[in-house]
């Protein structure tokens, strides 16, 4: 069975720079949809970034709209999120999810069915 883990989390000043790694094991992920969500102290869960299985990246969060980006290593078993010029309100738990919606990419939590622990991102001076 598919297990993610997310690692890479850490307390980082504003305007710095984190690479969250999503590791694969039991399966490949190859074939599934990544997507990277976030979840703030007393907010819902939301999308930030997926890659389809085909590779084609699409951001959901306007705020990490040229700031995040999303690529898998070759060997197809993890996957990055890498964020630029971060911001406090950047601030929240990631979590990475697989899954296989129809669509290719999807910002909904319910088309994933495997999901990491999630890691703790703090941006603050």
């Known amino acids: 069975q598919l297990q993610l883990v997310e690692s890479g989390g850490a307390l980082v000043q504003p305007g710095g720079f984190l690479q969250l790694s999503c590791a694969a094991s039991g399966s490949s992920i190859d074939t599934y949809t990544i997507t990277w969500f976030r979840q703030a102290p007393g907010k819902e869960r939301e999308a930030v970034q997926c890659?389809?299985?085909?590779?084609?990246?699409?951001t959901y969060d306007d705020s990490a709209r040229g700031r995040f980006t999303i690529a898998r290593n070759n060997a197809g078993k993890t996957v990055y999120l890498n964020m630029y010029r971060l911001r406090p309100q950047d601030t929240a738990v990631y979590y990475c999810?697989?899954?296989?919606?129809?669509?290719?990419?999807?910002?909904?939590?319910?088309?994933?069915?495997?999901w990491g622990q999630g890691t703790q991102v703090t941006v603050a001076a």
């Open positions: 999810a697989a899954g296989r919606p129809a669509s290719g990419c999807s910002g909904w939590a319910a088309h994933y069915d495997y």
């Open positions: 890659i389809s299985s085909s590779d084609s990246p699409f």
